[in-house]
């Protein structure tokens, strides 16, 4: 898992060139934590600004990597999980 | 009149109910899967009567509806897109990556913190002449269980239990697919399946596999409620699930390095791929990277057969105790509807 800085309000990420293109991600969302919503990125598309939720749940995913300048936005999980 | 060979449901493969319990629209409700009996949707009612107090009489003299729920079953012989839909609207945390054709759909464990699963719309009706007035649309709908089972080289059983809010609202003027025009499904049978099961979780056990059959149960609860009306607000996972079991029954006996597995007095970490393969790209395959497996070994005929029983476990590879991938034709799942 991957700790989001929830004060963030937006991370751009991009997708990890190869594979298959990534068309559905679920995350976690903080306006409705009970349940999983889902985030279903444009196959046309590379790069993206979302929330924070959704850019952990995108990298841990493996199709997705946070770009360089927002990349102080994600760290590492105590623990190394 | 209809007849239940006339009954059809239909669902939206890739749609699920943005908010629980406010009914999808009808355009997204088209995908009519075939299914082995017509179990029609049960309406159960709590009544609330003064039989429990005195009122005079020997017996009740009102009743006032305090909550409706419903309950129905599916049963269907498995195909990859049935099975894909039931297991990301059971568990709800769903990666899909491809292209047009072929897609990979990774299904996982809830997180710890999700309470609520998927829930969806459904219509079903009795497709005949004159029978507009048996067509019912359906929502809230939450799968409670899942079973899939495989005895021999026949077609799989895949039967969902299913829960809905309790209400019931007239469809008069859907139109059925007509026969002939069912969802297009790849089915699945017994000789698709292969298992391995052991430490390396290389070893290959398909050859000696009689029968599998993995339940999976979502525990589901309805917490006390004090919502307006009379209809369900809410289902939740049961606390610890959803649960999986795995059971196999296999040509072999005590000999057998599985029972080995079992009978050490630290029972041997396992690792249990059970794959549903038609093509390289439309297949199901669960993994539960670590597992423990118990083995009891009965007579059946002439050979001797262990029953396993594969033990859930949590573990961090699978986020779980078990992860699903399955490849199929669908971009993804559970987009809202509407």
């Known amino acids: ?81 | 009149m209809g007849t239940p060979a006339s009954y059809k449901w239909l669902i939206g493969t890739i749609k699920a109910e943005g908010s629980f319990g406010v009914a999808m629209a009808t355009a997204d409700l088209t995908d009519w899967y075939k299914i082995k009996e017509a179990d029609f949707s049960a309406l159960d009612t709590i009544f609330e009567s003064d039989e429990d107090e005195i009122n005079g009489f020997v017996g009740a003299t009102d009743y006032t509806v305090q909550e409706r729920r419903g309950t129905m079953a599916r049963k269907a012989k498995a195909s990859v897109e049935l099975i894909t839909w039931a297991l990301g609207m059971m568990l709800g945390n769903v990666s899909s990556s491809g292209a047009t054709p072929n897609y990979t759909q990774t299904i996982k464990w809830r997180n710890v913190c999700a309470v609520n699963p998927p829930s969806f719309s459904f219509i079903e009706g009795e497709d005949c002449v004159g029978q507009t007035a048996t067509n019912w649309l359906y929502k809230g709908v939450v799968i409670n269980t899942l079973t899939l089972e495989f005895n021999g080289k026949g077609p799989g059983a895949l039967t969902l239990g299913l829960m809905h809010d309790g209400s019931e609202t007239a469809q008069p003027s859907v139109i059925f697919p007509v026969a002939g025009a069912a969802y297009i499904v790849n089915k699945l049978f017994g000789y698709h399946l292969t298992v391995k099961l052991g430490p390396l979780g290389t070893e290959d056990i398909t050859p000696i596999l009689r029968s599998w059959k993995m339940t999976l149960n979502s525990g589901i609860v309805e917490p006390p409620s004090m919502a307006a009306g009379v209809l369900v607000p809410e289902y939740q996972y049961g606390p610890k699930n959803p649960k999986i079991d795995i059971e196999i029954t296999v040509k072999a006996n005590k000999a057998h390095p599985i029972y080995g597995y079992y009978q050490a007095s630290t029972p041997t970490e396992v690792k249990c791929i059970s794959a549903l393969t038609l093509t390289a790209n439309r297949s199901i395959t669960l993994t539960q990277t670590k597992t423990i497996v118990t083995a009891t070994a009965k007579p059946v005929g002439n050979e001797v057969q262990l029953d396993l029983k594969v033990m859930e476990k949590h573990n961090a590879t699978d986020g779980g105790p078990g992860a699903f991938v399955c490849k199929t034709g669908l971009a993804n799942l559970l987009t809202p509807s509407p």
Not at chain 1, 16 to 25: E, K, S
Not at chain 1, 47 to 71: L, N, P, Q
């Open chain 1, 1 to 81: 898992m991957t700790e989001v800085d929830k004060t963030s309000a937006k991370v751009k990420i991009e997708r990890i060139p190869g594979g298959d293109p990534v068309t559905q991600v679920a995350y976690i969302n903080a306006d409705r934590p009970s349940s999983y919503s889902q985030w279903y990125p444009d196959p046309a598309k590379e790069a993206f600004e979302v929330s924070a939720e959704i850019a952990a749940a995108a990298v841990d995913s493996g199709g997705f990597r946070v770009t360089e300048d927002s990349r102080v936005k994600l760290k590492p999980k105590k623990g190394g999980e």
